[in-house]
């Protein structure tokens, strides 16, 4: 695969740039959010996409920053619309079976389990339901809507479930506690506008990938993190904003991370509790034995789900 290739097809993401790109558009970084927080010193707007793979390659970093970073920072998620159909043919892909290999080797490079055989087997045909579904989702809870998506890219990149198709966006709102109904009323309704409302400001602030995070503090000043960069970029955003903002300390031994994100790969693992990569398989495939953990694997790496 060519980074040309990578550039022009919003599924081909290029490693390199740890992007997936919507078009050739230059970013505008000099726009202002006026979408303040009044409790929060510093909004994160993250632009992103479920089917996004570049965006699950961030998850490690994401998730490390809420604990060390929560107190001062609140995240907006807004979503992209990455795959709106499948009426094109650029960058070399001719259909979603062009992909298959490409989510193979995103999945190696970020050392984040996914399965591109989803394209083989049961290929979406747009990332627009999955989206207006989270939408849907933040009407009736964001902090369930956040669960939401996480579910949906676990089920989506190591389950290989087509989220496009309502019976499977219907199964993750069950699993993470959203009302079903409710969902399906507001997936047909008011959450359509409110997708529409992000692709619409999306365009205006020049998005043109995923993920794009916007930092900006209470005085409208903006940093910009483009693509998916180590873990010192977010943080480095956040200090140069609001230089003050302290860092909170958090327990990093398995049962109180476990409790706090029920699943959690490898790469999450060694992020989040300080072991070194080379060992934080082995730690996870210790606890599956001795029954604390449940192990899910995939051709391209395991998740650990704990045991309740």
Known sequence: MTNETSKNNPLLCDIETGMCETTDGKLNTSTKSNQQSTEKSVKLMYYTDPICSSCWGIEPQLRKLKLEYGNAVEIDYRMGGLLPDWNYNSGGISGPSDVASHWDEVSVHYDMPIDGDLWLEDPMDSSYPSSIAFKAAQLQDKEKAVLYMREMRELMFLKKKNMAKWENLAMAAENVGLD???LKTDFDGQAKTLFEADLKLGRK???RGFPTIFF???AGNQETVYGTRPYAFYEMAILKLNPNATKSEYSKNWESL???YPSITAKE?????GTPRTESEAVLNQLSKTGNLEKFSTKNGSIWTLVK
């Open 180 to 182: 079903v109904a409710q």
């Open 216 to 218: 900006v503090d209470e």
């Open 258 to 260: 476990f409790s706090i």
């Open 205 to 207: 602030l020049g998005v």
């Open 269 to 273: 693992y060694s992020e989040l509790s």
